[in-house]
Protein backbone atom coordinates (compact mmCIF):
# COMPACT_ATOMS: atom_id res chain seq x y z
CA UNK A 1 0.00 0.00 0.00
CA UNK A 2 2.83 2.15 1.01
CA UNK A 3 4.81 1.87 -2.49
CA UNK A 4 2.06 3.28 -4.56
CA UNK A 5 2.17 6.11 -2.52
CA UNK A 6 5.79 6.61 -2.48
CA UNK A 7 6.14 6.87 -6.17
CA UNK A 8 3.34 9.05 -6.20
CA UNK A 9 4.87 11.40 -4.54
CA UNK A 10 8.34 10.73 -5.77
CA UNK A 11 6.05 11.25 -9.53
CA UNK A 12 4.68 14.69 -8.45
CA UNK A 13 8.13 16.02 -7.04
CA UNK A 14 9.87 15.15 -10.50
CA UNK A 15 6.67 16.88 -12.08
CA UNK A 16 7.38 19.82 -10.19
CA UNK A 17 11.46 19.95 -10.65
CA UNK A 18 10.32 19.22 -14.27
CA UNK A 19 8.02 22.23 -14.50
CA UNK A 20 10.57 24.47 -12.49
CA UNK A 21 13.29 23.31 -15.04
CA UNK A 22 10.98 24.03 -17.95
CA UNK A 23 9.95 27.86 -16.52
CA UNK A 24 13.92 28.96 -15.97
CA UNK A 25 14.31 27.35 -19.87
CA UNK A 26 11.83 29.41 -20.83
CA UNK A 27 13.07 32.65 -18.91
CA UNK A 28 16.48 32.03 -20.17
CA UNK A 29 15.12 31.54 -23.76
CA UNK A 30 12.93 35.29 -23.41
CA UNK A 31 16.09 36.98 -21.98
CA UNK A 32 18.08 35.58 -24.99
CA UNK A 33 15.32 37.12 -27.40
CA UNK A 34 14.99 40.39 -25.42
CA UNK A 35 19.13 40.28 -26.05
CA UNK A 36 18.67 39.37 -29.95
CA UNK A 37 15.98 42.40 -30.16
CA UNK A 38 18.05 44.68 -28.52
CA UNK A 39 21.21 43.58 -30.51
CA UNK A 40 18.83 44.77 -33.66
CA UNK A 41 17.42 47.54 -32.75
CA UNK A 42 21.00 48.96 -32.06
CA UNK A 43 22.35 47.66 -35.35
CA UNK A 44 19.65 48.92 -36.97
CA UNK A 45 19.82 52.86 -35.07
CA UNK A 46 23.64 52.67 -35.74
CA UNK A 47 22.70 51.54 -40.02
CA UNK A 48 20.10 54.46 -39.73
CA UNK A 49 22.64 56.95 -38.41
CA UNK A 50 25.66 55.74 -41.76
CA UNK A 51 22.80 56.00 -44.04
CA UNK A 52 22.13 59.75 -42.34
CA UNK A 53 25.73 60.75 -42.60
CA UNK A 54 26.39 59.45 -46.11
CA UNK A 55 22.98 61.10 -47.26
CA UNK A 56 24.39 64.48 -45.57
CA UNK A 57 27.83 63.66 -47.24
CA UNK A 58 26.20 63.25 -50.74
CA UNK A 59 24.52 66.63 -50.49
CA UNK A 60 27.73 68.33 -49.57
CA UNK A 61 29.28 67.35 -52.27
CA UNK A 62 26.87 68.39 -54.86
CA UNK A 63 26.77 71.44 -53.59
CA UNK A 64 30.26 71.04 -54.25
CA UNK A 65 30.05 70.18 -57.55
CA UNK A 66 30.54 66.90 -57.28
CA UNK A 67 29.42 64.29 -59.67
CA UNK A 68 30.04 65.98 -62.78
CA UNK A 69 32.97 66.88 -64.56
CA UNK A 70 33.24 70.94 -65.16
CA UNK A 71 35.87 73.28 -66.18
CA UNK A 72 37.26 76.15 -64.26
CA UNK A 73 37.58 79.21 -65.66
CA UNK A 74 40.28 80.20 -63.69
CA UNK A 75 43.82 79.29 -61.38
CA UNK A 76 41.50 81.16 -59.01
CA UNK A 77 38.78 78.76 -59.29
CA UNK A 78 41.40 75.97 -58.96
CA UNK A 79 42.28 76.86 -55.47
CA UNK A 80 39.05 77.36 -54.28
CA UNK A 81 38.37 73.47 -56.03
CA UNK A 82 41.22 72.13 -53.86
CA UNK A 83 40.21 73.64 -50.43
CA UNK A 84 37.03 72.60 -51.27
CA UNK A 85 37.12 69.05 -51.41
CA UNK A 86 39.16 66.35 -50.01
CA UNK A 87 39.95 64.92 -53.45
CA UNK A 88 40.04 66.09 -56.82
CA UNK A 89 41.18 65.01 -59.93
CA UNK A 90 42.49 67.93 -62.27
CA UNK A 91 42.92 67.60 -66.03
CA UNK A 92 45.32 69.92 -67.58
CA UNK A 93 44.48 70.25 -70.94
CA UNK A 94 44.41 71.73 -74.77
CA UNK A 95 42.00 71.50 -77.43
CA UNK A 96 43.20 68.23 -79.24
CA UNK A 97 42.66 64.39 -79.62
CA UNK A 98 43.99 62.79 -76.76
CA UNK A 99 42.16 65.15 -74.48
CA UNK A 100 39.10 64.81 -75.81
CA UNK A 101 39.46 60.96 -74.99
CA UNK A 102 40.42 61.73 -71.57
CA UNK A 103 37.29 64.55 -71.29
CA UNK A 104 35.10 61.14 -71.99
CA UNK A 105 36.15 58.93 -69.31
CA UNK A 106 36.27 61.36 -66.65
CA UNK A 107 32.55 62.59 -67.26
CA UNK A 108 31.74 58.52 -66.76
CA UNK A 109 34.02 58.77 -63.68
CA UNK A 110 32.71 62.10 -62.61
CA UNK A 111 28.81 60.31 -62.22
CA UNK A 112 30.15 56.99 -60.83
CA UNK A 113 32.78 58.56 -58.20
CA UNK A 114 30.67 61.23 -55.64
CA UNK A 115 33.71 61.12 -53.37
CA UNK A 116 35.64 62.97 -55.30
CA UNK A 117 35.50 66.41 -57.61
CA UNK A 118 36.25 65.63 -60.90
CA UNK A 119 37.50 69.05 -63.20
CA UNK A 120 39.78 70.04 -65.99
CA UNK A 121 41.25 73.63 -67.04
CA UNK A 122 43.11 74.75 -69.77
CA UNK A 123 46.87 74.46 -69.33
CA UNK A 124 47.43 77.37 -71.71
CA UNK A 125 45.37 79.45 -69.76
CA UNK A 126 47.11 79.00 -66.65
CA UNK A 127 51.06 79.84 -66.53
CA UNK A 128 50.97 79.67 -62.95
CA UNK A 129 50.00 76.59 -62.50
CA UNK A 130 51.13 74.48 -65.48
CA UNK A 131 54.64 75.91 -64.11
CA UNK A 132 54.46 75.29 -60.58
CA UNK A 133 52.97 72.06 -61.12
CA UNK A 134 55.66 71.28 -63.70
CA UNK A 135 52.70 70.48 -66.43
CA UNK A 136 54.25 69.73 -70.03
CA UNK A 137 52.80 66.90 -71.29
CA UNK A 138 49.09 67.20 -72.23
CA UNK A 139 47.13 65.63 -71.05
CA UNK A 140 48.43 65.68 -67.33
CA UNK A 141 45.82 65.15 -64.63
CA UNK A 142 46.85 66.29 -61.42
CA UNK A 143 45.19 63.88 -58.78
CA UNK A 144 44.88 65.65 -55.44
CA UNK A 145 44.29 64.93 -51.61
CA UNK A 146 43.95 67.64 -48.80
CA UNK A 147 44.75 69.90 -51.16
CA UNK A 148 48.50 68.49 -51.80
CA UNK A 149 48.58 67.40 -55.21
CA UNK A 150 49.80 63.92 -54.25
CA UNK A 151 50.20 62.20 -58.07
CA UNK A 152 49.62 62.72 -61.46
CA UNK A 153 48.80 60.62 -64.71
CA UNK A 154 51.11 61.92 -67.66
CA UNK A 155 49.43 61.22 -71.03
CA UNK A 156 48.54 57.57 -71.48
CA UNK A 157 51.55 56.21 -70.59
CA UNK A 158 50.29 53.91 -67.77
CA UNK A 159 47.20 53.29 -69.75
CA UNK A 160 48.28 50.89 -72.21
CA UNK A 161 50.29 53.49 -73.93
CA UNK A 162 47.21 53.74 -76.47
CA UNK A 163 43.62 56.31 -76.61
CA UNK A 164 41.95 53.09 -76.90
CA UNK A 165 41.94 52.42 -72.98
CA UNK A 166 39.13 51.70 -71.12
CA UNK A 167 37.52 53.55 -68.32
CA UNK A 168 37.99 50.88 -65.72
CA UNK A 169 42.09 51.23 -66.54
CA UNK A 170 41.57 54.82 -65.39
CA UNK A 171 39.48 53.91 -62.86
CA UNK A 172 42.17 51.37 -61.49
CA UNK A 173 44.82 54.05 -61.98
CA UNK A 174 43.04 56.49 -60.06
CA UNK A 175 42.30 53.93 -57.28
CA UNK A 176 45.80 52.63 -57.46
CA UNK A 177 46.61 56.50 -55.77
CA UNK A 178 43.60 56.56 -53.68
CA UNK A 179 41.64 59.54 -55.08
CA UNK A 180 39.04 57.51 -55.66
CA UNK A 181 37.22 54.82 -54.12
CA UNK A 182 36.93 51.66 -55.68
CA UNK A 183 33.90 49.55 -54.60
CA UNK A 184 31.71 46.78 -56.04
CA UNK A 185 29.02 50.02 -56.01
CA UNK A 186 31.39 52.07 -58.09
CA UNK A 187 32.77 49.54 -60.75
CA UNK A 188 30.97 48.87 -63.93
CA UNK A 189 30.52 45.11 -64.46
CA UNK A 190 33.58 44.03 -66.55
CA UNK A 191 31.55 42.73 -69.45
CA UNK A 192 30.71 46.42 -70.82
CA UNK A 193 34.08 47.81 -70.20
CA UNK A 194 34.18 46.66 -74.38
CA UNK A 195 31.30 48.85 -74.66
CA UNK A 196 32.06 51.84 -72.52
CA UNK A 197 35.63 51.56 -74.56
CA UNK A 198 34.20 51.83 -78.12
CA UNK A 199 31.45 54.64 -77.03
CA UNK A 200 34.18 56.32 -75.52
CA UNK A 201 36.12 56.14 -78.86
CA UNK A 202 33.05 56.34 -81.26
CA UNK A 203 32.27 59.66 -79.55
CA UNK A 204 35.82 61.22 -79.92
CA UNK A 205 36.01 60.05 -83.48
CA UNK A 206 32.56 62.12 -83.90
CA UNK A 207 33.45 64.66 -82.29
CA UNK A 208 36.86 65.01 -84.52
CA UNK A 209 34.98 64.71 -87.22
CA UNK A 210 32.34 67.44 -86.76
CA UNK A 211 34.88 69.70 -86.35
Request: negative net charge.
Amino acid sequence: MENPKVQEILEKQLLTVARAVEDKLDDEIAALDRVDNDDLEALRERRLQQMKKMAEKRSRWISLGHGDYSELPSEKDFFSAVKASERVVCHFYRENWPCKVMDKHLNILAKQHMETRFVKIQAEKSPFLAERLKIVVLPTLALIKNTKVDDYVVGFDELGGTDDFSTEDLEERLAKSQVIIQDESSINPSKSSGSVRRSVRQSADSNSDSE
